[in-house]
Each structure stands twice: as C-alpha cells, then as structure tokens.
C-alpha cells in the first residue's frame, strides 16, 4: 500500500515537471501546443483537447467544465474565447489563428454529445402513457418486430414475458427511462433507413431465452435493453461516449417534425446500443450462468468490458 502511494506521488511530481519543462521549452501550455501543431483538425485532436480541458484546474474554476458538463448545448464561439482567455493564450503569435480554428472545431466537436443528452434526457422525461396512442402504437410494434408470428392474446397479458418484461404490463418496466426506454427498444427491434439491427434483436431474443433443457439459465430481454439505455445515458452524461457524437450538430432550427439532429442522435444511440446488447449476449454465455439469478454478476461484468471497448477514458 505504502509502495503504491509513493509511486502515485512520484508519477504526479515527474509528470508535473515535464510539464512545466515542456511548457518553458516551448513557450505554450499543453492545449496550445496541441491545437498548433497541426493545420489539419482531427477526430483524435478533439479526443486530446478534451482530456486537457476536462482535468484542467483553471478551466474548473472558470466555470469552463460545469458548463461543458451540464446535460445541454453550449455556445460554442463563447466557450472558445473563454477557453482562450482562462489559459493566457497570446493572441499575437502566428500560429494563433490555426490555434483558434482547431480549438472551435474540438469544442463543437465535443458539442454533440450535448445535444444527444438533451434530445435522449427530452424523451426520458416522458413519462409512458397507455392512453397515448403514439405510445401503444409503439409498444405494439415493439412485440410484432420481436415476435412476427405470434398475437397477442390481450393488452395485459403473460406473454410479454416471451420478449423480456416483468410482468403482464410492460409500461411497469419503464418507470426509469421513460418513453425513452421503450422507443430506443422499439428502434432496436426493427430494419430501417439508418439501422438494420432487426434481426440481430431477434438473434438476440432468442439467445436470451437460454437453452431449451435449462429453461432457468435466461435472462430478461426487453428489462435488460432498458437498463443497456441507462448504462450508456450515464456514460453519456460523463463524457465517456463523446466521439461517438461528434458529428452531431444544431441542423433543427428550422424544423418543425422531429428534426435532422434527433434523428441522427437517434441513429448513432441505436447504433451504440446495438452494439452494447451484443455484447451483452456474449458476455452471458461467457459467464456461465447457473440460472438467471447470475444476471446482475453478468451485467458488472458487462459494464466493465463496455467501458473498455466503447468509451474516452
């Protein structure tokens, strides 16, 4: 313990100095030196430009990282010039207008995930509604996406619990995430114009259900892809997901139905969750399950090689 301590506290003290070395040497701050040194932005640059905003401690106490972290859009052009007066940036070198042109592109880069959050929190907040007809229309889909040849005897019924549900009434299921909760299951469930993931759920579905001479070694499907939108909203939240909506930006202005930005937020969160449900699945029968009371062991384990494979950490 003593050993660990100590290594943590030289690590801190040698990366420290080389920082103030570096920063001496070159007469630029680890962000400036970043942004300069290339004309050509990149994906990786805004990686890099974000774990230097993110951890610095003059940025932090500018207000610089609550506003980046709060669950909505900032103004990018703002937080720019804020990002450069906080940091003492010369504004009369030569290179302080390709500084300046990387450094707003990483900041509404680093945007989008903003806008994914408000767009994904919007249809959290709406609380499910059987006598919406939107929302039974999509409940209903749900099930003929799931299970093609099967009808449902009745609204409330056991057989939800062949997709997945707790009970005989799936919109007990949704209290945590919302509308939210079932519409990316919905979108998960069926082929379209930007995902084609319908029968990589049903492949999924069936997986889950566990092999016929163990009936017990299952795990709740449709339950397990709403806490899959809880997990990766969270990481969301945390910024552990921001490249993925990087290319996300403002184009509903003008839009009055659904609008460009929701449907491509949508589309890359579909995407995502797809993706984190297969895994899911793969993580099950490496887990070797003795029966479905092994699911919350599983899911940890889920969530650890999720972070590793789809996260900036």
Known sequence: MLMDILTTYFNVIINTLIKYALHFFYGKGELERLLTDSNKHTF?????????????KVLARGGVIKTMMLPKP?????????????????????????LKKNLKLCIKQLNGSRYAMQILNNLKSIKYDNTNT???????????????????PSRICEEWNLIGFQGTNPETDFRGMGYLGLYILMKFSENNNFNNT???????????????????????FACAGIQITNFALDLL???????????????NKNSTAIGITERRVIEIFVRLYSDMFELLDVCWVLGKPV???????????FKEKAIKRFCIV
């Open 198 to 220: 319908g029968e990589k759920a049903r492949r999924i579905l069936k997986n889950s259900k566990g092999p016929p001479n163990f009936p017990l070694k299952f795990y709740p």
């Open 134 to 152: 939107k929302h039974e229309e999509v409940l209903y889909k749900l099930w003929q996406n799931l299970m093609p040849n099967t009808n449902l």
């Open 74 to 98: 900032y103004n990018v052009g703002n937080l720019s010039s804020q990002i450069i007066k906080l940091k003492s940036i010369r504004q009369n070198t030569s290179s302080y207008q390709i």
């Open 44 to 56: 990786l640059m805004t990686d890099m430009a974000g774990k230097i905003i993110l951890k610095s």
């Open 237 to 251: 939240e945390r910024r552990k997901l921001d490249r993925w909506f990087y290319e996300v930006e403002d184009s």
């Open 291 to 301: 029966n479905v009371m092994d699911y919350g062991r599983i899911f940890n384990d």
